[in-house]
């Protein structure tokens, strides 16, 4: 019940936090949970074991309260930004957790298959309750419950029931009250963030929420500003910020939302079929209503968007129900990758309309801008169709076009052909001398762009009043001419811009608003702690004399870190794989962690009966990771016509061989190490857990998935050998 209640938090707040905190810092309390974990299991070897049933009601009931705590804080106004508070809060609460854990292998260390195996399998179904419940019910009464769940925990081993039967009633009150009056819940004007929402909500006046739609999957927000009537805002989490237009009545607001430069594709290439990916409050649905094309597919990920649409359909003109309009909720590239058909264009709008929310996704696998991605947007367009990409400034739209130009090159076609594929805009009300690039137009056809052809794009364009930057034949000027002219190459192109990394992205490496020239700062501070804290942890294991005194002390601490650290590459491994193929990010976290926890209950159940095979557990999990890193993307490939329930069938089928060996080793050295040892087990493999997760993403964006993934496997190889040495 606890680890259930430990993941279902872990997720749940994930949820929560992703309003408040943008993508990378959400990562990072989701590491410092792991160090929770550990830390709390390393405090628990200072303590006796004298009443255990004492000592874990305590803990649970301080987890308990945690929670508690926490959502009461989250909840209220601040005047200052109280984020540190709660992911301390959120630590500490992981902490009791964690110390709750170790006590019970301490004193059952017999066991530790069994133990291990509940561990495991309560966290796996700990994954499946968080979504239930945020599909049923708000982040906040999710968060009650799970201290509900805590309470009761701590009750089965409470010496005086009545006193657990009255926390159980007061909890279980407190919830209930809430589910009927919803007297708790973030508002985001109350907690003073750098989030685009909330300096929405703060920065301009007359500005409020009108409109609220919250699953399992995300939050959005419907923003209205009273002296801006023309239009309303859509923040999905706290950021990624769409437009919603007022439906034009009059000719002269037709007129008006025509002469914006998003509408200039419709214009020229007059398309009779579309596919919009992330139309987002609608606006790119509303210019492909207005130039009157007949089929319009729009894919957006999150169904409370498509939800607020049709909450303001008479304010937007019933856009998602118009008989042109096939509005699908569907993570966009994965939807492509299954469907057949062909567009005569596919429109993808910017991610992201703040400056404010770019340094936010850095961190942020983005599978919509790669190599990959292109290629299979090309793949399904007709022979005269177009790709457009409306994108931020001139760091996305220099990286777009490589990232185009090397998909084109991939396909067969020279630099200076592919160049000649392309043609960029700008609209000059949107530029400031601070932003001389801002919102370009990125046009990609599927064919070579002809002499006519350029002509009448800057006929067009000098009509519309836009600038044109570079128009193949027309206007073949500044670096994109000279790739044409063959002057420069594309690689000359990305080391000459030296104000940031214009390489192109890949599925491997799918970092697209990562722009740093190595490894990004926020990257690097992390790097630095964590060394930091390797130091210290170092500092304390030299100063333990007690455990210092026991047998291959340090080759026990490297295998036990060496554990934390390959488990979580390995992890960062099949998340990426299976991304695409199941779609939406959080469902695809929710089943893969689902299917990797609840095999691995069964391999440490499997570990407790048969004691010798599971020594080779290492060597199998280091095979595994071989074999599927150069079969799973064929495997994946040819199943992607299978609906979802067959996707996730074949993805449990994937994992569940690894997954069974995947939770032998740690057991299997719990069972063999001193019984004292066993809660610094537990806390060095806190440690290893926290540093893999740094190193899993720098790795990953230096290098690429595939290495993380195959760096997790040979350092289960190495633990293999280790192991053997250790415990003959």
């Known amino acids: 019940m606890v680890s259930l209640a430990g993941f279902a938090l872990q997720i749940i707040l994930t949820r929560l936090f992703s309003v408040l905190f943008f993508y990378n810092f959400v ?61 301390f809060l959120a630590l500490l609460v992981y902490g009791f957790i964690g110390a709750i854990s170790a006590s019970l292998f301490r004193t059952w260390s017999s066991q530790s298959g069994t133990l291990y195996a509940a561990d495991l399998s309560g966290g796996g179904f700990g994954a499946l309750a968080a979504l239930g419940l945020l599909t049923l019910m708000s982040g906040i009464n999710a968060l009650l419950l799970v201290a509900l769940l805590l309470g009761i925990a701590g009750g089965i081993f409470a010496q005086k029931k009545r006193l657990n039967i009255a926390v159980a009633i007061f909890l279980s009150l407190f919830l209930g009250q809430n589910l009927l009056l919803n007297s708790f819940q973030i508002n985001p004007a109350d907690i003073p963030t750098p989030k685009p929402l909330t300096r929405q ?15 399992a999957l995300g939050r959005v927000d419907v923003l209205e500003n009273t002296n801006k009537p023309d239009q309303k805002l859509v923040f999905m989490d706290g950021a990624a910020g769409s437009m919603m237009l007022r439906y034009p009545e009059t000719q002269a607001d037709k007129i008006r939302i025509r002469s914006d430069l998003g509408y200039f594709p419709f214009l020229f290439a007059m398309p009779e079929n579309i596919l919009i990916i992330g139309p987002g409050g609608g606006k790119d649905i509303l210019f492909a209503h207005l130039a009157k094309t007949q089929r319009i597919e729009a894919v957006e990920i999150s169904g409370g968007v498509a939800k607020a649409l049709e909450e303001f359909s008479a304010y937007n003109g019933n856009l998602a129900s118009l008989p042109e ?53 090309l793949g399904h367009l007709t022979d005269d169709g177009w ?75 000098q009509d519309m009043n836009f600038i044109p930057v570079f128009i193949p034949h027309a206007l073949e000027q500044g670096a994109l001419g000279a790739i044409t002219q063959g002057k ?69 601490i490297i295998y ?50 048969n004691l ?42 994937a994992i569940l061989p690894l997954g069974i060996f995947l939770g032998m080793p740690f057991p299997h050295g719990l069972q063999k190490t ?55």
């Open 27 to 87: 990562f990072i309390i989701i590491s410092l949970a792991i160090l929770g974990i550990g830390l709390g299991a390393s405090f628990i070897q200072r303590i006796s074991q004298k009443n255990i049933s004492r000592q874990i009601h305590n803990l649970a009931w301080s987890a308990s309260g945690g929670v508690l705590l926490l959502t009461v804080l989250i909840t209220l106004p601040w005047a200052f930004d109280p984020r540190l508070i709660f992911i």
């Open 201 to 215: 909500l703060t920065k301009f006046e007359n500005t409020e929420i009108v409109h609220t739609e919250e699953d």
């Open 325 to 377: 309009v096939n509005l699908v909720v569907d993570e966009g590239r994965s939807y492509l990758r299954r469907s057949d058909k062909a567009y005569e264009m596919i429109y993808l709008s910017e991610v992201t309309s703040l400056s404010t929310e770019l340094a936010g996704y850095m961190l942020a696998e983005n599978y919509i801008y790669t190599t990959e991605a292109v290629k299979d947007y």
């Open 387 to 461: 790709l457009v990409f409306k994108l931020y400034d001139e760091f996305t739209l220099t990286r777009a076009f490589t990232t185009v130009m090397q998909a084109l090159v991939d396909n067969g076609i020279s630099e200076e052909d592919a160049a000649r594929h392309v043609a960029v805009f700008l609209d000059p009300q949107a530029l400031s001398q601070n932003e001389p690039f801002r919102s370009p137009l990125l046009m990609v056809s599927r064919n070579l762009i002809t002499a006519k052809e350029g002509s009448e794009l800057l006929k067009l364009t």
């Open 488 to 556: 420069i190459t594309l690689n000359n192109l990305i080391i000459g811009f030296e104000r940031g990394d214009m390489r192109p992205t890949s599925d491997n490496a799918p970092f697209f608003y990562e722009f740093s020239l190595g490894l990004p700062a926020l990257l690097n501070s992390l790097l630095t702690g964590v060394a930091a804290f390797l130091l210290l942890a170092l500092f304390y294991l030299f100063s333990n004399r007690k455990a210092l005194a026991m047998p291959a002390y340090w080759q026990e």
């Open 560 to 609: 036990f870190f060496g554990l934390g650290v390959g488990f979580l590459l390995i992890e960062a491994g099949i998340l990426q794989s299976f991304s695409l193929f199941l779609g939406h990010p959080t469902l695809n976290l929710s089943v893969i962690l689902m299917a990797l926890l609840l095999s691995g209950g069964l391999g440490s159940r499997l570990s407790q009966k």
């Open 612 to 653: 010798k095979k599971k020594r080779y557990a290492a060597f199998f999990i280091a095979a595994l990771v071989l074999l599927e890193a150069f079969t799973l993307p064929a495997l994946l490939k040819a199943s992607l016509h299978l609906p979802l329930w067959g996707r996730i069938a074949i993805t449990w089928v």
């Open 674 to 728: 001193q019984e004292k040892f066993i809660p610094l087990a537990w806390g060095i493999n806190g440690v290893g857990s926290v540093v893999g997760g740094v190193v899993a993403m720098a790795l990953a964006m230096t290098f690429g998935f595939q290495a993380v993934f195959l760096l997790g496997g040979g350092i289960y190889l190495f633990l293999a050998g280790l192991s053997r040495r250790l415990w003959q």
